[in-house]
């Protein structure tokens, strides 16, 4: 059975920062594409970035790019999500996800590409 489970959400001061961990059983993380989307109250749930499963590729959103860091330690089975200098439109819940999907090139985007899902984090950054 496959669990994703991440953690380290919390409360932060817009500039200030966090890292996201996403811990994985039932899979391995290098031979998955993982993928991190966000949804805030009242919005569709939206792609932040993914590293490909291959070679560490990344892939953020425009809205994320030069912020946000994502990582994968394979020894741990774990990938992370380093958020700098978070804004106040950066709250809503962060989910991982991973998708076996496999596109040269890119990670996949779409919510509907990913197979298997955590339950989310809480991040909200007060203005």
């Known amino acids: 059975q496959v669990q994703l489970v991440e953690s380290g959400g919390g409360l932060v001061q817009a500039g200030g920062s966090l890292r996201l961990s996403c811990t994985a059983s039932g899979l391995t993380v290098s031979s998955y594409t993982m993928g991190w989307f966000r949804q805030a109250p009242g919005k569709e749930r939206e792609f932040v970035g993914g590293?490909?499963?291959?070679?560490?590729?990344?892939f953020y959103a425009d809205s994320v790019k030069g912020r946000f860091t994502i990582s994968r330690d394979n020894a741990k089975n774990t990938v992370y999500l380093q958020m700098n200098s978070l804004k106040s439109e950066d709250t809503a819940v962060y989910y991982c996800?991973?998708?076996?999907?496999?596109?040269?090139?890119?990670?996949?985007?779409?919510?509907?590409?990913?197979?298997?899902w955590g339950q989310g984090t809480q991040v909200t950054v007060s203005s």
């Open positions: 996800a991973a998708t076996g999907r496999r596109r040269m090139g890119g990670v996949p985007r779409l919510a509907t590409e990913y197979d298997y």
């Open positions: 590293i490909y499963w291959i070679a560490d590729g990344t």
